[in-house]
Nanobody, 128 residues
């Protein structure tokens, strides 16, 4: 069982930067593929980015590629999302998610249904 707690959301102006974090409980964090999803009002939850258990491979949605960076620190049981050049359309609740690497590896990492554990979300608002 993994519990995920996001933090670091807030309000930022367009063009600005913001970093959000996700702290995980348990001793098996290093065996989980981690991902960030987001959900804007009246929209479906969408994939943002994912990172392998070791951090050696990442995947990004086209909409955030070149602006967002995912990273992880397995010693701290934490995954990070650095967001630069933010746009109003990045406004959403950001959720971190985890799944065991033994189940899927890095396959189909944008699919939210493959993630067993979710955080409660943190609000990111980008003003124009």
């Amino acid at each position: 069982q993994v519990q995920l707690v996001e933090s670091g959301g807030g309000l930022v102006q367009a063009g600005g930067s913001l970093s959000v974090s996700c702290a995980a409980s348990g001793r098996t964090f290093s065996t989980y593929t981690m991902a960030w999803f987001r959900q804007a009002p009246r929209k479906e939850r969408e994939f943002v980015t994912a990172i392998t258990w070791s951090g050696d491979n990442t995947n990004y949605a086209d909409s955030v590629k070149g602006r967002f960076t995912i990273s992880r620190d397995n010693a701290k049981n934490t995954v990070y999302l650095q967001m630069n050049s933010l746009k109003p359309e990045d406004t959403a609740i950001y959720y971190c998610a985890a799944r065991s690497r033994f189940t899927y590896g890095f396959y189909d990492n944008p699919n939210p249904t493959t993630y067993a554990y979710w955080g409660q979300g943190t609000q990111v608002t980008v003003s124009s």
